[in-house]
């Protein structure tokens, strides 16, 4: 009898759950772990996106603001303060040189001749007036910041105005003025006027000077740690949440072999571009800023303090002329004045510097001149080369050394204004621009995990 051999018998392979409600509760028990995590994942990935936007907004928010109040407010009451303290020490200047007024002394040799007009005091009269435009626009910017310190320059500013208004009224009513020799009237009143400015409007406008140089390095340090700070912390939350997106992406081809995940490839992309660009963004504000302080508005301040006291030294000379005695004071004044600068203009290292500093040796060279010539009994000789417009000539070695230095004065206010707004720029539109890029990662990160959250559900 032949056996028949017969194929074992093969079990048939165990149907596949439905994948809705109705599969087995074994098998939605088995879901559960990895529904969790990814949702655990998603979540810890949006809570981080929702940080890094938050800290952006209120980064930049507050850079800008900082900003803004460096370069708007404080910025500008500081130079309005110094273009007071400018236009009050020309103003003494103008009134100094109204003493000069008059005609020369009459020639021996010929005494028929007419008497030459040394200086009719127009110019310095017109130039009075412009400083009293220049100081009253200047306190009108000051007033809003500091009103009851401006109402206090103004009362002492009116008290100034009474003595030297009188001053001239002396200098206008003389007949037959002889230069050199104006009335004791107009000679005690401007020195009345000019110890008042010196001893209490100066100092008045210097402490306003000071408080507004000492916000304007507040606010530059302001600005420096509060973008620097803000950049550590979006570097700090940038790379936490480029390190979970990738671990995210990692621990998604190890679990269910999927090669990539492109959404969030695409959201770890916008994490790493939010991140380079606004931390360079803040830290680009933080520069700029500091090299608008730095580079524009201290030299600025410097040379501001040395053209008011470049004015007082014009101011004591034109005295000493005709205040004969009081020239030992009024000339060590003067070199007290010109020592200080000297002082400001050697601190600074710009190419321009030189050549003020050149065009101020050659004003102290026709001060010499002029003392000299003075100091020989020659009063009119004095007085020509006091307002002479030739090369030798006080008058003009003093403006041709103003020009210069307020050229110089112009470039670093220029360079503060440029800088200004280059850290401006730098901040400006971040805060739409992060919230765009943002939004973009979170639907990104949605996008990424719901394919995977299908396959569970």
């Not at 800008?64 to 303290?85: I, M, N």
């Not at 127009?122 to 009075?128: C, Y």
């Not at 009188?166 to 230069?179: K, L």
Request: with cysteine; glycine share 6%; charged share 15%.
């Amino acid at each position: 009898m032949t056996a028949t051999l017969s194929a074992p018998s093969v079990a048939p392979a165990a149907p596949i759950p439905p994948a809705g409600p109705g599969r087995p509760a074994a098998a939605r028990r088995r879901a559960v772990g990895p529904v969790l995590r990814l949702r655990a994942q998603a979540g810890a990935a949006l809570l981080l996106l929702a940080a890094l936007l938050v800290t952006a907004l209120a980064g930049f928010a507050d850079t800008v603001a900082r900003v803004h109040q460096l370069t708007a407010v404080s910025e500008p009451r500081a130079v309005a303060a110094g273009r007071l303290y400018q236009a009050l020490a020309d103003l003494d200047a103008q009134r100094a040189k109204s003493l000069v007024v008059g005609y020369a002394a009459p020639d021996p040799a010929n005494p028929t001749a007419t008497p030459a007009l040394v200086d009719d005091g127009v110019l310095a009269g017109l130039t009075a007036q412009a400083d009293q435009r220049d100081a009253a626009a200047a306190l009108a910017q000051l007033a809003s910041a500091a009103p009851q310190q401006v109402q206090s320059l103004l009362n002492t500013l009116n008290l100034y105005d009474a003595w030297t208004g009188t001053e001239e009224y002396f200098v206008g009513t003389q007949a037959d003025p002889v230069v050199g020799h104006p009335p004791a009237g107009a000679v005690d009143n401007y020195a009345q006027a000019d110890a008042l400015l010196q001893s209490q409007l100066l100092p008045a406008v210097s402490a306003v000077l000071g408080d507004a140089d000492r916000q304007v390095a507040s606010d530059r340090a302001s600005v420096h740690d509060a973008a620097t700070t803000y950049a550590v912390l979006l570097g700090t939350l940038g790379v936490a949440t480029l390190l979970v997106l990738l671990w995210w992406q990692r621990d998604l081809t190890a679990r269910y072999h999927r090669v990539l995940n492109g959404p969030l490839l695409a959201a770890a992309a916008c994490v790493a571009a939010l991140l380079v660009g606004s931390t360079s963004a803040l830290l680009g504000a933080a520069s700029e800023a500091d090299t608008a302080v730095s580079a524009g508005y201290t030299p600025y301040a410097r040379l501001s303090q040395a053209s008011v006291a470049a004015v007082d030294a014009e101011a004591r000379e034109s005295r000493w002329v005709v205040d004969i005695d009081y020239r030992s004071a009024l000339a060590t004044a003067f070199q007290s004045d010109a020592t200080q600068v000297k002082h400001l203009l050697a601190a600074d290292d710009a190419p321009a510097a030189a050549v003020v500093r050149q065009r101020f040796d050659a004003y102290l060279a026709s001060d010499t001149g002029l003392r000299q010539v003075a100091d020989s009994g020659d009063i009119n000789g004095a007085a020509l080369r006091l307002t002479g417009v030739g090369r030798q000539d006080a008058a003009f070695s003093y403006y041709d050394f103003a020009v210069h230095l307020d050229a110089l004065a112009a470039d670093d206010a220029a360079a503060f204004a440029t800088h200004g707004s280059a850290a401006a720029g730098d901040v400006s539109g971040w805060a739409a621009v992060s919230a765009a890029v943002m939004a973009v990662a979170m639907l990104l990160v949605l996008a990424g995990v719901r394919p995977r959250l299908r396959e569970y559900a």
